[in-house]
């Protein structure tokens, strides 16, 4: 009796143990290359950021530094704090530029229209351009510039309503909003997939029961769309992070060759801007949990 | 009075008129029944989405005009878009500077060759985490989220090292063997795409394939890769275009030998005139400024033919792939 209960409970695990031989195999390749090329240099540059390294023939030379480059990275450099403050600046002003206009230009070609899969395919054109060198190479030509913004001289007007140190913000931004713009290709086509998963029916029956467009925009596809928007704001934020342009990972960079202040310093730049960034997208995922959460209780 | 009475007259004919079923169909021809089908709506989003269109091509219309622009013609600030004499000179120089077959073969061996590995590892890995047993599912999802939203900057030293190691720098290994192994460019938003797709696929279809007997392995490439086709087409593209694109890594890793594209256009300046090298590089410079908008739209233009070629099935297969639910 007790052996049968042990051979079937042997059994049952040989049973879970092929089970979950066959889900491991498949992710096999994955778990080894995360080791290799993920964990083992995550830890490799935690280590470094805690240490100034040098570089020595045959290797590096670490010199255990505990929190002083972290330290350092806000008190000594006089770079640092204020590319990260004006970088952070500039994301906040980008991050909705670039999902509202998506969502326009989502909503645009969403209609039936002739000769639509012509600009659908317009608008996915930036996806391709967007390179780290052609664009920044654009960008040192100026050929991002909006005609208007000189024509009708709008510099003072954003001073005298934003004031001093942000009006420059924002004017850099406004300077090279079709750029800026060319990184929406991606968010039109989350929203436009994001479309199709409303079903048609429900638009039929708020029309039968004397809902204008504009009604249905707020009261159906808007909030449809919460999901989506969260998705794109999450992924604008990422793209941005490794904008090629970001002045604080040139200044990350410039930091790891120098001298005095080598990989260690360099790392512990980049973990604090991590650091700043995973804030901010849990900060995102939080508020958006929470009004799905509120919508879901209030219906 | 008299006035009066004309005034009500006419009033009540144009209201006739308005009122009449010709008026109606007319306005509803141009406005039409909700607010997208009719004319003037029409009309309206045609011209909305060409101002945004144009705003989209310009950088793009800039790249060609000043590549087929000489000197003098860039110097001069009254030629503004089309040149007064058209040159092929910098897109010759553009060729031998870039040099393009050479650096266009290196860049499509890496691009084609990585895109495919990933798309089969992303869909294996992908499967697993939809469909199959796997213990710590959740921590290992967890884990793919952060392999996706780790800057590569931060990593690329030790990566660096490791790779110089296991001798794999300057050789296209050294992103081929990343991809094997699942950790290619973005493979953490591929696998979560593949992982939204075999989620949304009936489980009657592999209970079906159990029954006859069929093998995991068995069922994975005889029914559900062959079924996520559009998945699988649209992260080979992503993943196309972001490897054709990428600069960083590459500027670290394929310094020396089989050096991609864009890595050439950034060296493109010390190659034309030597004599300034080192502080040329965010300096406008309106001598070179051509012949980089040559190299630059060189660079651009195989992924666009590749892309107007598969354009429709790639915007119709991101609808089908229920990327984002």
Redesign the interface.
Known sequence: MKSSADDAKRQARLF?LK??G???A??L??????C???A???G??IF?SFNQVKVVPGGFKYDWQGFRNFRDAFLKDNVFPIELITYFQEMLLMVPIIVIFALL?AL??N???PGR?L????????????????LS??F?????D?PFLDQYNLEPLVTQYVGGEFAKTVMGVLGRV??I??YSGVQI??F???F??ISPTIYEAV?IDGA???DSFWKITLPACV??IS?NVLYTI?DL??F?LNPV?KH??DN?FKVETG?GYS?AL??I??GFV?VL?ALVLWLFDRSMKTRRVRS | MNTALWFRKVGGRLRDLLWSRRAQQAKMIVLGR????GLLA?LI??V??SI??Y??????L??IS?ALKNVSDLLDPTVKWIPRQVTWDNLSKALKGLQYPDALRNTAVLSISCSLVQVL?CA??G???AR????FKGL?TA??I??????????I???Y??FSKLGLLNTPFVFLI?A????GLKAGLF?LIFRQFFRAQPASLEEAAKLDGAS??RL?FGIMLPLARSACLVVFLFSF?WY?????EPSMFLAKSFTPL??R??GLDDVLNPSLLGNTK???NPIT?GT??AA?FL??LP??IV??FL??W??SG??R?????
């Open positions: 879970q089970r979950y066959t889900g491991l498949f992710m390749p994955w778990i080894v290359g995360f290799l090329f993920v083992i240099p995550i490799w540059s470094m230009i645009m070609l209609q039936r229209f899969f600009y659908r395919a317009l608008f996915f054109l930036p996806v391709i351009f967007a390179t780290g060198q052609v190479e654009l040192v030509q100026g050929a991002g909006i079709v750029l713009l060319w086509l989350i436009i997939a994001g199709q998963t029309r204008s467009p504009w999901p989506f998705l990422i992070f490794t090629p990972l990350i960079k790891m990989y790392s980049a973990w801007y991590f995973f997208i | 909700s607010l997208s089908d029409k989003l045609y909305l989405l945004v269109a705003l989209y091509l310009q950088p793009l800039y790249m000043t590892v294996m890995t499967y697993a985490l199959l047993a796997v213990p290992l884990l793919v952060l392999t996706f939203l780790i800057p590569p900057q931060i990593v030293i030790p990566l090292v490791i990343p094997l192994f699942g950790q696998i995991v392995v994975f275009i054709w694109n990428m600069y960083y864009s890595i256009l950034d965010i300096v406008k400024e980089k908008m630059a660079i651009i992924p666009i892309f107007m354009q429709r790639f915007v991101i609808e792939t229920g990327i984002v639910e």
